[in-house]
């Protein structure tokens, strides 16, 4: 493919992440309190239906891959683009949690194909040996969609009201995404006939020995799983971490801003070492600044500049975790079943995922914000010593 049709499938890919990801994740941030409001239901009873669509996410992530590597990645996005906004327009016309409940059921069944693992496993077909490059700059366009569809979000819910909002969600996912999703996410991978595969491993993995490479799977899906644990924990309670150290509401809003930005200088940073490093090499450093930052906010003292500090450390570990995310398994284990190599990856980090917020409160309201730092300290270090014994079996 031309270098010119690529650079306009990162163009539209990343257009479709903002939307997707600000339309999904992003969603109950903004409007869970009005829709709790309007249905009558408590927020817990709405952040519930965010969890069970991520257990839904996670239990359809493997076949929404292997849709993937089948059907080729732009029948299977535009259709999920089609879902979601389905589910979408059934939250915005619920009318109490059974709807709520079958509405985030059609999102979780379409997450894992319109977010970042479906424009991955397009741009590894399209872009070929320049997928590291395309996966990172979709990544670019993905860290604004918090910037973006939070005020837009707060805007339609204040003007109009939650419902019109998801209304407008539900048809941002059908214009532009779906047809940007037909149009520019490519189609199947072509594989050679006869291509054998070994017994219990997937072809995904012919770059590493077959006695390796069952552990390298294991190895990579459990340092992702706690790695989504952390970043779920701290995506609905940073703001309760920061003020349970005292620090008041003016510093944590301003603090907590940093993250984005955070993002974004990072992956632009991994973009500029790309030609130095390869993404191996670069898995072990990303990571480590995960547990680096939570024990800088247990050992420093409670000052601005220290909350700060551990924002901009997490942020920049985020921003670089997404891009490794994609690209160690692809250096590992090669392209062929690549989309249905990161559903398997994928599924037990959704689970975690959708634990973790509640796991995090209860700790927080049992023993303090010190102790959940505690607990995600640990889950970073694991996650660190996961994959630094993933990057050792390879270079071995």
Known sequence: MSTRSVGAA???LGLTQIVGWGTTHYMTAILAGSIADGLDLSPTTVLGGFSWGLLVAGASARASGWLIDRHGAARVMMLASVLAAAGLLAISLAQG?????????????????????????????????????????????????????????????????????????????????????????GGPRRRPAGTATHAGVSDAQARLPVQHARRALVLIALGFTLYAFIN?????????????????????????????????VARVAEMSLQRR????????????????????????????W????????????????????????????????????????AAPGLFAAAAAPVALSALVEAAGPRAGLVLLAACGFGALASIAAAVRLARH
């Open 232 to 264: 779920s924990a701290i995506g609905a309670h940073l703001v309760m971490l920061l003020g349970g150290f005292g620090y008041g509401a003016a510093v944590v809003v301003a603090t907590a801003s940093l993250m984005g930005p955070a993002q974004v």
């Open 306 to 345: 220290a909350a700060a500090l551990f924002v901009m450390l997490y942020g920049c570990a985020n921003g670089l975790m997404t891009i490794v995310r994609g690209v160690l398994p692809l250096a590992l284990f090669g392209s062929r079943g690549y989309a249905e190599l990161l559903g398997r990856i």
């Open 97 to 185: 949690w059974r709807a709520l409940f079958a509405g985030w059921t059609l999102i979780g069944l379409a997450m894992r194909s319109i977010l970042y693992d479906g424009a991955f496993a397009a741009l590894t077909v399209l872009a070929g040996d320049g997928a590291r490059r395309a996966i990172s700059l979709v990544t670019l366009f993905g860290g604004f969609a918090s910037s973006v569809f939070w005020p837009i979000g707060a805007w339609l819910d204040a003007s109009f009201g939650w419902r019109v909002a998801l209304q407008v969600y539900a048809l941002l996912n059908l214009m532009p995404c779906a047809l940007l999703h037909a149009r520019f996410a």
């Open 10 to 12: 990162i163009a539209a």
């Open 277 to 304: 490093f390869s993404a191996v090499a670069v898995a072990v450093p990303s990571i480590m600044l995960m547990p680096v930052a939570f024990v800088a906010a247990l050992v420093l003292p409670v000052q601005p």
